[in-house]
């Protein structure tokens, strides 16, 4: 039996992007002085930039939207959400500000670290690609402790190219040295970017989904982490 080269991705999957995300968007309020500038709730102001940024990413995977403009239109949009005209040099040091803290926040999905370890100790080889910023994804794997499990990080940015695009997944597997056949496994939380695109190139995919209906046309769906470890990972 050889264990199987298991992709994984990052935010919503190993790294908690929620949780991250919303203690920098705390701090930021209160760096910026949002209540000063009519933004009293800060929960309102959370719920207000993650439907903002949302809009936003779905934007920018298609292409629609550059990453410079990403960083401080989310934050425009959300006052526009609250009903507050946004304020251009604000928005700007509102993205500034998060950029600069949610890649050093540490929390990790349950399980993360038990659930590597075993899978490093069974021999597999284990890389990730994920849709994001080059320097900002870098950070995150490095100070939340995932990085000695992982041989190549691979970002849509350095590749030039995002998820489900199937160039993505060729590009990442060309430059680690593994071949297309070489019964690649890849596990995500989004239907679209991980498991569509990871099937339509011929690898398996395995769609982490706590809380949703369970997609049948994924090879696997695990609820948790540690179902991980049940699957049949082996060739």
């Known amino acids: 039996m050889s264990p199987r080269p298991l992709f994984f991705d990052l935010d919503h999957t190993l790294w908690d992007f929620e949780t991250n995300s919303r203690l920098a968007l705390r701090e930021g309020h209160a760096a910026v002085g949002l209540v000063n500038l009519g933004v009293a709730n800060v929960d309102a102001w959370i719920e207000a930039y993650e439907k903002a940024n949302d809009w936003c990413w779905a934007q920018f995977r298609k292409g629609l939207m550059d990453k410079n403009t990403l960083r401080a239109g989310r934050f425009k949009l959300a006052f526009e959400r609250l009903g507050l005209e946004p304020d251009e040099h604000v928005s700007r040091a509102l993205g500034e500000h998060y950029i600069e803290t949610s890649p050093f ?16 100790e069974r021999g597999h080889r284990m890389l990730l ?44 597997a060309s430059r680690s040295g593994l071949a297309m056949d070489a019964g690649i496994v890849m596990i995500g939380d989004s239907m679209e970017s991980d498991v569509d695109g990871a099937q339509n190139v011929g690898w398996d995919a395995v769609h982490f989904n706590p ?23 082996d060739l």
Do not use: C, M, Y
Not at 105 to 120: D, F, H, N, Y
Not at 132 to 140: L, P
Not at 216 to 224: D, G, L, M
């Open 105 to 120: 926040q540490t929390a990790l999905l349950p399980g993360s670290i038990e659930v590597l370890e075993e899978l490093k």
């Open 129 to 172: 690609l994920t849709n994001g910023f080059e320097e900002v994804q870098h950070i995150k794997v490095k100070n939340s402790g995932l990085e000695p499990f992982f041989t190549d990080v691979f970002t849509s940015d350095a590749l030039g190219v995002k998820k489900p695009d199937p160039t993505a997944f060729e590009l990442a």
């Open 211 to 233: 809380h949703g209906e369970v997609e049948i046309r994924a090879w696997r769906t695990v609820r948790t982490l540690h179902e991980l470890l049940d699957l049949p990972l």
